[in-house]
């Protein structure tokens, strides 16, 4: 199975573009937080047919008008602050911010944590578990937009600059 994975969107509509068409063929989509505007859901539904699985970020202000522009696409589920998803016997951890997930990371619980917020892509591995922070759609920060595909079957992570 390949995870699609995107962060900190932060309404760049050009980038997000790019993304999910860097992500083509991805079986699932896994978005980190920091969407911001309610067009982003829309973008993302339309933009991405499989599985979307989508926690809210520090910037995610209008949670209402998110969760109304996501009751329009099947496929998007939101989990709030934090999902605990089984991915086809994967056990993956989602969240916004990289200090909940380090804990995560060392509990050996899941086979795969996914997290944003500083806009750093980073890749870390203990074991069998990966922690994937897929850096920024943005591209504002630290000069680098980028997004990410974990392989189950792998292991491998793939980062993708866009």
Do not use: K, W
């Not at 056990?91 to 804990?103: C, D, G, K, L």
């Amino acid at each position: 199975m390949r995870i699609a994975i995107v962060s900190d969107i932060h309404d760049h509509i050009s980038r997000l573009a790019t993304a999910l068409e860097r992500v083509r063929g991805a079986d699932t989509l896994i978005c980190c937080g920091d969407l911001c505007s309610p067009f982003i859901m829309r973008q993302l539904g339309e933009g991405f047919a499989g599985p979307i699985h989508i926690v809210f970020g520090n910037n995610d202000g209008d949670l209402f008008r998110l969760t109304v522009a996501a009751a329009n696409f099947a496929q998007i589920t939101l989990h709030g602050a934090f999902a605990d998803l089984d991915l086809n016997g994967l056990r993956v951890a989602v969240t916004h911010y990289p200090e909940i997930a380090m804990p995560l990371l060392e509990s050996g619980r899941y086979g795969l944590i996914c997290c944003g917020h500083n806009h750093q892509y980073s890749v870390v591995q203990r074991g069998a578990v990966t922690l994937v922070n897929p850096g920024e759609v943005m591209g504002e920060l630290y000069g680098a937009a980028t997004c990410a595909v974990y392989d189950s079957n792998t292991g491998d992570v793939t980062r993708y600059d866009l």
